[in-house]
Protein backbone atom coordinates (compact mmCIF):
# COMPACT_ATOMS: atom_id res chain seq x y z
CA UNK A 1 0.00 0.00 0.00
CA UNK A 2 1.35 3.26 -0.81
CA UNK A 3 1.84 5.79 1.94
CA UNK A 4 1.25 9.11 1.63
CA UNK A 5 0.55 12.20 3.62
CA UNK A 6 -0.27 15.58 2.39
CA UNK A 7 1.48 18.66 4.82
CA UNK A 8 4.60 19.12 5.32
CA UNK A 9 4.55 18.30 8.80
CA UNK A 10 3.19 15.11 8.11
CA UNK A 11 5.32 14.40 4.91
CA UNK A 12 8.30 14.63 7.40
CA UNK A 13 7.07 12.15 9.67
CA UNK A 14 8.77 8.41 9.31
CA UNK A 15 11.95 10.09 8.49
CA UNK A 16 13.77 10.13 12.05
CA UNK A 17 14.39 6.65 13.69
CA UNK A 18 14.84 6.88 17.71
CA UNK A 19 14.73 4.11 20.08
CA UNK A 20 12.44 4.03 23.11
CA UNK A 21 13.15 6.20 26.48
CA UNK A 22 10.92 6.26 29.17
CA UNK A 23 11.18 9.15 31.95
CA UNK A 24 9.05 11.50 34.43
CA UNK A 25 5.84 12.74 32.97
CA UNK A 26 5.53 16.09 31.73
CA UNK A 27 3.16 17.31 33.63
CA UNK A 28 2.01 15.26 36.53
CA UNK A 29 3.43 12.79 39.10
CA UNK A 30 2.86 9.22 38.45
CA UNK A 31 -0.41 8.49 40.15
CA UNK A 32 -0.62 4.36 40.11
CA UNK A 33 -4.50 3.79 39.03
CA UNK A 34 -5.50 7.77 38.31
CA UNK A 35 -7.27 8.63 34.73
CA UNK A 36 -4.64 10.28 32.41
CA UNK A 37 -4.71 11.90 28.97
CA UNK A 38 -2.23 10.36 26.66
CA UNK A 39 -0.85 12.16 23.16
CA UNK A 40 0.98 11.21 20.26
CA UNK A 41 2.86 13.62 18.98
CA UNK A 42 5.69 15.17 16.37
CA UNK A 43 8.16 17.69 16.75
CA UNK A 44 9.77 18.41 13.43
CA UNK A 45 13.17 19.73 13.23
CA UNK A 46 15.92 20.28 10.01
CA UNK A 47 13.61 18.16 8.14
CA UNK A 48 13.24 15.06 10.13
CA UNK A 49 10.32 14.30 12.90
CA UNK A 50 10.25 12.35 16.17
CA UNK A 51 7.61 11.48 17.30
CA UNK A 52 6.54 10.63 21.22
CA UNK A 53 3.92 9.56 23.16
CA UNK A 54 3.29 11.59 26.35
CA UNK A 55 1.18 11.69 29.54
CA UNK A 56 -0.91 14.69 31.10
CA UNK A 57 -3.29 15.32 34.05
CA UNK A 58 -4.66 18.43 32.52
CA UNK A 59 -5.49 19.19 29.05
CA UNK A 60 -7.15 22.68 29.44
CA UNK A 61 -4.25 24.48 31.63
CA UNK A 62 -0.60 24.87 30.90
CA UNK A 63 1.60 23.27 28.78
CA UNK A 64 2.35 19.46 27.50
CA UNK A 65 6.00 19.17 26.40
CA UNK A 66 7.27 15.99 25.19
CA UNK A 67 10.82 17.29 25.74
CA UNK A 68 12.51 15.24 28.23
CA UNK A 69 9.42 13.39 29.38
CA UNK A 70 7.20 10.38 27.47
CA UNK A 71 8.37 7.70 25.39
CA UNK A 72 10.38 8.38 22.33
CA UNK A 73 8.84 6.20 18.82
CA UNK A 74 10.84 5.03 16.38
CA UNK A 75 9.09 6.22 12.75
CA UNK A 76 6.09 7.46 11.63
CA UNK A 77 3.15 7.12 13.86
CA UNK A 78 -0.82 7.21 13.82
CA UNK A 79 -2.57 6.02 17.03
CA UNK A 80 -5.75 4.43 17.78
CA UNK A 81 -7.07 3.12 21.36
CA UNK A 82 -8.00 -0.45 22.92
CA UNK A 83 -9.44 -0.40 26.33
CA UNK A 84 -6.44 1.37 28.05
CA UNK A 85 -3.64 0.70 25.72
CA UNK A 86 -3.17 3.36 23.00
CA UNK A 87 -1.65 1.70 19.69
CA UNK A 88 0.92 3.60 18.38
CA UNK A 89 0.92 2.05 14.47
CA UNK A 90 4.20 2.51 12.39
CA UNK A 91 4.24 3.30 8.75
CA UNK A 92 6.86 3.78 5.82
CA UNK A 93 9.53 1.54 6.89
CA UNK A 94 8.65 0.91 10.82
CA UNK A 95 6.01 -1.97 10.51
CA UNK A 96 6.16 -2.34 14.41
CA UNK A 97 2.36 -1.42 15.47
CA UNK A 98 3.59 -0.44 19.87
CA UNK A 99 1.18 -1.08 22.40
CA UNK A 100 1.26 1.82 25.23
CA UNK A 101 -0.12 1.55 29.29
CA UNK A 102 0.08 3.24 31.85
CA UNK A 103 2.25 1.02 34.77
CA UNK A 104 1.77 -0.06 38.04
CA UNK A 105 3.82 3.59 39.04
CA UNK A 106 1.80 5.59 36.74
CA UNK A 107 4.64 5.89 33.67
CA UNK A 108 3.85 5.40 30.20
CA UNK A 109 5.26 1.90 29.44
CA UNK A 110 5.79 0.14 26.16
CA UNK A 111 3.94 -3.25 27.35
CA UNK A 112 3.95 -5.51 24.36
CA UNK A 113 4.01 -5.23 20.31
CA UNK A 114 2.85 -6.99 17.35
CA UNK A 115 5.37 -7.26 14.08
CA UNK A 116 4.12 -6.94 10.70
CA UNK A 117 6.08 -8.05 6.92
CA UNK A 118 4.63 -3.89 6.73
CA UNK A 119 2.88 -1.45 7.62
CA UNK A 120 -0.38 -1.81 8.82
CA UNK A 121 -3.02 0.55 7.33
CA UNK A 122 -5.30 0.44 10.25
CA UNK A 123 -5.49 -0.71 13.75
CA UNK A 124 -9.63 -1.02 15.21
CA UNK A 125 -11.14 -2.46 18.48
CA UNK A 126 -13.54 -5.16 17.60
CA UNK A 127 -14.03 -6.54 21.21
CA UNK A 128 -13.22 -6.72 24.67
CA UNK A 129 -10.73 -8.54 23.96
CA UNK A 130 -9.46 -7.85 20.53
CA UNK A 131 -8.02 -5.71 18.09
CA UNK A 132 -8.14 -5.77 14.30
CA UNK A 133 -5.44 -4.69 12.19
CA UNK A 134 -5.11 -4.68 7.85
CA UNK A 135 -2.42 -4.29 5.36
CA UNK A 136 -3.29 -3.81 1.35
CA UNK A 137 -1.15 -4.52 -0.75
CA UNK A 138 0.85 -2.44 -3.49
CA UNK A 139 0.31 -2.60 -7.18
CA UNK A 140 2.96 -4.76 -7.15
CA UNK A 141 2.20 -7.30 -4.23
CA UNK A 142 -0.86 -8.82 -5.56
CA UNK A 143 -4.49 -8.39 -4.67
CA UNK A 144 -4.39 -9.85 -1.37
CA UNK A 145 -5.06 -7.70 1.78
CA UNK A 146 -4.07 -9.06 5.21
CA UNK A 147 -5.74 -9.07 8.34
CA UNK A 148 -4.31 -9.35 12.18
CA UNK A 149 -6.02 -10.27 15.30
CA UNK A 150 -3.90 -8.62 18.02
CA UNK A 151 -5.00 -9.54 21.73
CA UNK A 152 -4.94 -6.04 23.24
CA UNK A 153 -3.86 -7.23 26.82
CA UNK A 154 -0.35 -9.25 25.29
CA UNK A 155 -0.09 -7.11 21.96
CA UNK A 156 0.42 -10.17 20.40
CA UNK A 157 -0.70 -11.32 16.50
CA UNK A 158 -3.38 -14.38 17.97
CA UNK A 159 -4.30 -14.98 14.00
CA UNK A 160 -4.04 -13.75 10.42
CA UNK A 161 -5.53 -14.11 7.10
CA UNK A 162 -5.37 -13.18 3.74
CA UNK A 163 -8.62 -12.79 1.53
CA UNK A 164 -8.81 -11.23 -2.08
CA UNK A 165 -10.00 -7.38 -2.59
CA UNK A 166 -12.90 -6.65 -3.51
CA UNK A 167 -13.03 -7.08 -7.45
CA UNK A 168 -13.75 -3.43 -8.73
CA UNK A 169 -10.19 -2.02 -9.62
CA UNK A 170 -8.27 -3.68 -12.97
CA UNK A 171 -5.68 -1.74 -15.14
CA UNK A 172 -3.46 0.42 -12.58
CA UNK A 173 -5.62 1.69 -9.91
CA UNK A 174 -4.99 1.74 -6.91
CA UNK A 175 -7.41 0.53 -3.91
CA UNK A 176 -7.16 2.58 -0.78
CA UNK A 177 -8.17 1.62 2.39
CA UNK A 178 -10.70 4.38 4.14
CA UNK A 179 -12.96 2.70 6.90
CA UNK A 180 -13.77 0.16 8.23
CA UNK A 181 -16.52 -1.49 11.03
CA UNK A 182 -17.47 -4.83 12.68
CA UNK A 183 -21.30 -5.55 12.84
CA UNK A 184 -22.34 -8.33 14.32
CA UNK A 185 -20.87 -11.82 11.59
CA UNK A 186 -20.47 -9.14 8.88
CA UNK A 187 -16.91 -6.47 8.11
CA UNK A 188 -17.58 -3.53 6.15
CA UNK A 189 -14.53 -1.93 4.58
CA UNK A 190 -14.37 1.55 2.38
CA UNK A 191 -11.98 2.64 -0.15
CA UNK A 192 -11.30 5.29 -2.57
CA UNK A 193 -9.24 4.84 -5.90
CA UNK A 194 -6.40 6.43 -7.22
CA UNK A 195 -3.96 6.19 -10.94
CA UNK A 196 -1.14 4.15 -10.79
CA UNK A 197 1.10 7.25 -9.88
CA UNK A 198 -1.64 8.47 -7.56
CA UNK A 199 -1.96 11.73 -9.44
CA UNK A 200 -5.82 11.18 -10.09
CA UNK A 201 -8.51 9.82 -8.22
CA UNK A 202 -11.02 7.93 -10.32
CA UNK A 203 -14.09 5.98 -9.39
CA UNK A 204 -15.46 9.39 -8.10
CA UNK A 205 -18.92 9.04 -9.34
CA UNK A 206 -19.95 5.52 -6.83
CA UNK A 207 -19.68 4.85 -3.17
CA UNK A 208 -18.51 1.27 -2.83
CA UNK A 209 -18.14 -0.58 0.30
CA UNK A 210 -16.88 -4.60 0.26
CA UNK A 211 -18.98 -7.27 2.96
CA UNK A 212 -16.87 -9.41 4.15
CA UNK A 213 -17.92 -12.29 6.88
CA UNK A 214 -16.78 -12.03 10.01
CA UNK A 215 -14.23 -13.18 11.58
CA UNK A 216 -13.15 -15.52 9.29
CA UNK A 217 -13.33 -12.48 6.63
CA UNK A 218 -14.28 -14.48 3.41
CA UNK A 219 -15.12 -11.56 0.70
CA UNK A 220 -19.30 -12.11 -0.12
CA UNK A 221 -20.64 -8.86 -2.27
CA UNK A 222 -19.56 -4.96 -3.26
CA UNK A 223 -22.70 -3.03 -2.26
CA UNK A 224 -22.48 0.69 -4.48
CA UNK A 225 -24.48 3.78 -4.76
CA UNK A 226 -24.31 6.74 -6.76
CA UNK A 227 -25.80 9.12 -4.93
CA UNK A 228 -21.92 10.30 -3.37
CA UNK A 229 -18.68 9.25 -4.59
CA UNK A 230 -16.47 6.80 -2.45
CA UNK A 231 -16.34 6.86 1.35
CA UNK A 232 -13.73 8.63 3.36
CA UNK A 233 -10.67 9.95 1.75
CA UNK A 234 -7.14 8.78 1.50
CA UNK A 235 -5.33 7.97 5.01
CA UNK A 236 -8.23 9.38 7.25
CA UNK A 237 -9.84 6.08 8.43
CA UNK A 238 -12.79 7.41 8.96
CA UNK A 239 -15.09 6.65 5.97
CA UNK A 240 -17.46 4.15 7.97
CA UNK A 241 -19.49 5.20 11.31
CA UNK A 242 -21.47 2.47 13.52
CA UNK A 243 -23.93 4.12 15.97
CA UNK A 244 -25.48 2.04 19.22
CA UNK A 245 -28.55 0.99 17.16
CA UNK A 246 -26.30 -0.72 14.48
CA UNK A 247 -26.95 1.62 11.83
CA UNK A 248 -23.71 1.97 9.66
CA UNK A 249 -23.05 5.38 8.17
CA UNK A 250 -20.82 6.26 4.98
CA UNK A 251 -19.08 9.42 5.08
CA UNK A 252 -18.32 10.88 1.36
CA UNK A 253 -15.91 13.84 1.35
CA UNK A 254 -15.46 14.62 -2.52
CA UNK A 255 -13.10 16.73 -1.10
CA UNK A 256 -9.95 17.73 -3.29
CA UNK A 257 -8.24 19.77 -0.06
CA UNK A 258 -8.30 15.71 0.91
CA UNK A 259 -6.75 14.03 -2.00
CA UNK A 260 -9.17 13.79 -4.75
CA UNK A 261 -8.46 15.27 -8.01
CA UNK A 262 -11.86 15.49 -9.55
CA UNK A 263 -15.61 15.25 -7.77
CA UNK A 264 -18.57 14.42 -9.58
CA UNK A 265 -20.73 13.94 -7.28
CA UNK A 266 -22.01 16.10 -3.71
CA UNK A 267 -20.35 14.69 -0.21
CA UNK A 268 -22.48 14.16 1.88
CA UNK A 269 -23.78 10.79 4.49
CA UNK A 270 -25.28 7.30 3.17
CA UNK A 271 -26.53 4.40 5.80
CA UNK A 272 -26.41 1.31 5.86
CA UNK A 273 -29.46 0.18 8.35
CA UNK A 274 -28.85 -2.48 11.22
CA UNK A 275 -29.30 -6.06 9.61
CA UNK A 276 -28.95 -4.91 6.40
CA UNK A 277 -26.20 -5.03 3.69
CA UNK A 278 -27.39 -2.77 0.91
CA UNK A 279 -27.20 1.03 1.32
CA UNK A 280 -30.79 2.84 2.41
CA UNK A 281 -32.20 4.08 -0.69
CA UNK A 282 -34.73 6.00 2.19
CA UNK A 283 -31.45 8.07 3.29
CA UNK A 284 -29.12 11.00 1.82
CA UNK A 285 -27.97 13.56 4.22
CA UNK A 286 -26.32 15.82 1.19
CA UNK A 287 -23.77 18.15 3.17
CA UNK A 288 -22.61 20.43 0.26
CA UNK A 289 -25.74 21.94 0.94
CA UNK A 290 -25.36 22.57 4.21
CA UNK A 291 -21.95 22.88 5.59
CA UNK A 292 -19.40 21.95 2.70
CA UNK A 293 -16.93 19.36 2.06
CA UNK A 294 -16.31 17.23 5.19
CA UNK A 295 -12.40 16.76 5.61
CA UNK A 296 -12.86 14.19 8.91
CA UNK A 297 -15.07 12.84 11.15
CA UNK A 298 -15.64 11.63 14.42
CA UNK A 299 -18.43 9.58 16.15
CA UNK A 300 -19.79 11.29 19.68
CA UNK A 301 -23.00 9.05 20.61
CA UNK A 302 -26.48 9.33 19.53
CA UNK A 303 -26.49 9.94 16.52
CA UNK A 304 -23.76 12.60 16.65
CA UNK A 305 -20.59 13.43 14.87
CA UNK A 306 -17.58 15.53 15.54
CA UNK A 307 -16.21 16.46 11.70
CA UNK A 308 -14.19 19.01 10.24
CA UNK A 309 -15.34 20.64 7.24
CA UNK A 310 -13.77 22.51 4.25
CA UNK A 311 -14.78 26.06 3.58
CA UNK A 312 -13.32 26.29 0.24
CA UNK A 313 -16.12 28.02 -1.68
CA UNK A 314 -14.15 26.51 -4.76
CA UNK A 315 -11.56 24.34 -4.70
CA UNK A 316 -8.95 24.39 -7.43
CA UNK A 317 -5.71 21.96 -8.06
CA UNK A 318 -3.59 23.80 -6.28
CA UNK A 319 -5.58 22.74 -3.17
CA UNK A 320 -5.25 19.39 -3.61
CA UNK A 321 -3.57 17.58 -0.15
CA UNK A 322 -4.11 20.48 1.67
CA UNK A 323 -6.23 19.43 4.10
CA UNK A 324 -7.16 23.21 4.60
CA UNK A 325 -9.06 25.92 5.63
CA UNK A 326 -11.23 23.75 7.91
CA UNK A 327 -13.57 24.48 10.12
CA UNK A 328 -15.28 22.57 13.16
CA UNK A 329 -18.87 21.75 13.67
CA UNK A 330 -21.22 19.03 14.98
CA UNK A 331 -23.33 16.73 13.19
CA UNK A 332 -26.89 15.29 13.94
CA UNK A 333 -27.26 12.33 11.56
CA UNK A 334 -30.29 11.97 12.62
CA UNK A 335 -32.15 15.49 11.75
CA UNK A 336 -29.26 15.80 8.88
CA UNK A 337 -28.24 19.43 10.68
CA UNK A 338 -24.98 20.65 10.89
CA UNK A 339 -23.62 23.20 13.91
CA UNK A 340 -21.19 25.06 13.29
CA UNK A 341 -18.86 25.28 16.36
CA UNK A 342 -17.88 28.61 17.35
CA UNK A 343 -15.40 29.98 20.82
CA UNK A 344 -17.23 32.06 23.80
CA UNK A 345 -17.98 35.98 22.57
CA UNK A 346 -16.05 34.65 18.77
CA UNK A 347 -16.52 33.85 15.44
CA UNK A 348 -16.21 30.34 13.65
CA UNK A 349 -13.86 31.84 11.08
CA UNK A 350 -11.60 32.40 14.33
CA UNK A 351 -11.49 29.03 14.60
CA UNK A 352 -10.64 27.97 10.80
CA UNK A 353 -7.01 25.96 10.53
CA UNK A 354 -5.47 23.23 8.67
CA UNK A 355 -5.90 19.40 9.11
CA UNK A 356 -3.19 16.72 9.93
CA UNK A 357 -3.43 15.42 6.15
CA UNK A 358 -3.87 11.76 5.42
CA UNK A 359 -3.53 10.94 9.41
CA UNK A 360 -5.64 9.53 12.21
CA UNK A 361 -8.29 12.32 13.37
CA UNK A 362 -7.02 12.99 17.07
CA UNK A 363 -9.93 13.71 18.45
CA UNK A 364 -11.06 12.74 22.06
CA UNK A 365 -14.53 12.26 23.24
CA UNK A 366 -15.46 12.56 26.78
CA UNK A 367 -19.09 12.53 27.90
CA UNK A 368 -20.53 15.79 26.49
CA UNK A 369 -16.89 17.10 25.83
CA UNK A 370 -14.71 16.70 22.65
CA UNK A 371 -11.10 17.63 23.29
CA UNK A 372 -9.80 18.51 19.43
CA UNK A 373 -6.13 20.12 18.67
CA UNK A 374 -5.60 22.91 16.47
CA UNK A 375 -2.79 24.61 15.01
CA UNK A 376 -2.85 28.17 13.97
CA UNK A 377 -1.09 29.86 11.53
CA UNK A 378 1.61 30.97 13.98
CA UNK A 379 2.47 27.08 13.96
CA UNK A 380 1.50 27.28 18.31
CA UNK A 381 -0.89 24.28 19.37
CA UNK A 382 -3.41 24.37 20.98
CA UNK A 383 -6.25 21.76 22.73
CA UNK A 384 -9.88 23.25 22.59
CA UNK A 385 -12.81 21.71 24.44
CA UNK A 386 -16.20 21.68 22.31
CA UNK A 387 -19.30 21.73 24.28
CA UNK A 388 -21.73 19.30 22.41
CA UNK A 389 -24.65 20.56 23.39
CA UNK A 390 -24.05 24.39 23.12
CA UNK A 391 -21.14 23.45 19.91
CA UNK A 392 -19.02 26.44 22.32
CA UNK A 393 -15.38 25.70 21.73
CA UNK A 394 -12.51 26.93 24.86
CA UNK A 395 -9.46 27.11 24.24
CA UNK A 396 -7.02 24.93 26.89
CA UNK A 397 -3.23 23.82 27.27
CA UNK A 398 -0.64 24.35 24.79
CA UNK A 399 1.11 21.44 23.30
CA UNK A 400 4.43 21.90 22.53
CA UNK A 401 4.93 19.81 19.02
CA UNK A 402 4.66 20.47 15.57
CA UNK A 403 1.43 18.79 15.59
CA UNK A 404 -0.68 16.31 17.85
CA UNK A 405 -1.23 12.47 15.98
CA UNK A 406 -3.39 10.98 18.65
CA UNK A 407 -5.37 12.33 21.90
CA UNK A 408 -6.11 9.27 24.25
CA UNK A 409 -8.12 8.80 27.97
CA UNK A 410 -6.54 5.26 29.73
CA UNK A 411 -6.45 4.78 33.38
Not at 271 to 297: C, M, Q, W
Request: proline share 4%; with cysteine.
Amino acid sequence: MFNRSFLSVSLAVGIAVATFSCSKTNSSDPAPGATSYVLGVGITSNGSTTNYVVKAKDLMSGTISPVGSGLTLAGYRDYSQGNNTVFAIGGFEEANVDGVTQDASGQLTVSGKATFDRAADDIQQVDNSQMLAMEYPSQTEGNNARWYFVDINSKSITKNLSTPLAPLVVGGENPTYSGMVVRDNKLFVSHVYFSSDFATSNNVDTNYVAVYSYPDIKFEKLITDTRTGPSGAFGTRSGLIKTETGDIYAMSSSNVSNGFSKATKPGGFLRIKNGETTFDPSYFFNTDNLGGKIAHVKYIGNGLVFATISTLKTQTAADRWGDKSLKMAIIDLNNQKITDVKPEGGTVESLIHNGNGARSFPVLVDGTKVYYPITGTDGATFVYQIDVPTAMAKKGAEVRATFVGGIFKVQ
